[in-house]
């Protein structure tokens, strides 16, 4: 079968889209596939690579609006190549035009991974092109059942949707061989971008004596919430490490006697983060939202479930949570056993090429 994922970029650009782009893409490789990635090079020229056995174009881009490349050679190859099956990452309003007016796939496939949230004005323009982009899509993958319910986007078409949750490496992701027996410690893991409510983390933490905090990642809000942790007077407490290598990741998990997600909008649509959390035996603490964070991790099983914007409420579950550790222990538990059962890599690999079996993709 010839795939064909279509995106705006590809590693090295760091993103959880890309991330999943390049393990489906690779694992697809593994199976006997013939899968080509294209994506946008942040310069202006074309280049095409082989990358551990992924044909990998990155068309030339011209500028970039909103987030999104400008390319005239993206669509061009849209309109060149003629997979068996095209994968398309949304939201990405360049490639789901291009694939809609110029693409020769015999089957097209839209992952949904987020609603466009923050870009109002862009949905006057989006809108009605991401409405007809789906009505013709062959099938619509959805990673929780709870963005399905909730996507004002996904309702009109919802006999089209399929749930594939995102899969995390749980052989990498483990827990620690003893716990962790450090100063109360939370962890946070993300990109630092508005909608993932460090800043509620920190005015919660203000309220928690005594306990400190992890912050892995980089992004655009760093330095305006560095600058909160000094005015709140937790710059002794809170450690902002920035990008961290792969290698060290699972030692932070390791280090840590919860994680936080603390999103304030749908624009967080699953969390990849707490599964590699729950992987590690971590209890999380996480926001309702409308996504899928909620239905990750279930509330008073695998940890806890606050509303968003709410520092007291964060506080409170946080506290409890860290004066109980017979119940971290039990909800770590049962985190490692859901991620075991719904959320390994291979389960969700095997779960995306089913779909394109049924959409109609050759052997």
Known sequence: MHILHLYKDYPPILGGIENHIQVLAEAQVRAGHRVTVLVCDPGPRTTVRQENGVT????????????????????????????DVVHVHSPYPLGE??????????????????????????LRLYGPLLRRVLAHADRIIATSPRY????????????????????????????PPTPYDGPPTLLFVGKLRYYKGVDTLLE???ELPGVYLEVVGEGPMGDEWAARAARLGLSDRVRFRGEVPDADLPGYYHRAHLFVLPANARAEAFGTVLLEA????????????????SWVVQDG????????????????????????????VEMGRAGRARVEAEFTQERMIARVEAVYREVGGRS
């Open 204 to 206: 919660a933490l203000a």
């Open 301 to 328: 099983v695998t940890g806890r479930v606050v509303p968003p914007r709410d520092p007291q409420a964060l506080a409170t579950a946080i506290r409890q949570l860290l004066d109980r550790p017979d119940l971290r």
């Open 56 to 83: 990998v174009i990155r068309a030339g881009r011209l500028a970039t609006a909103a987030s999104m490349p400008l390319s005239l050679s993206q669509p061009l190859w849209v309109a060149r190549l003629r997979p």
């Open 278 to 293: 729950m992987a590690s035996g971590l209890p999380c603490v996480t926001t309702e939202v409308g996504s899928g964070t």
């Open 97 to 122: 035009l291009a694939n809609d007016l110029l693409g020769r796939a015999r089957a097209t496939v839209i992952t949904h991974h987020s609603d466009v949230v923050r870009q109002r004005g862009w």
């Open 148 to 175: 399905i319910e909730t996507s004002p986007w996904l309702g009109p078409v919802r006999e089209k949707c399929t749930v594939v949750p995102l899969g995390v490496d749980h052989r990498r992701f483990v827990p």
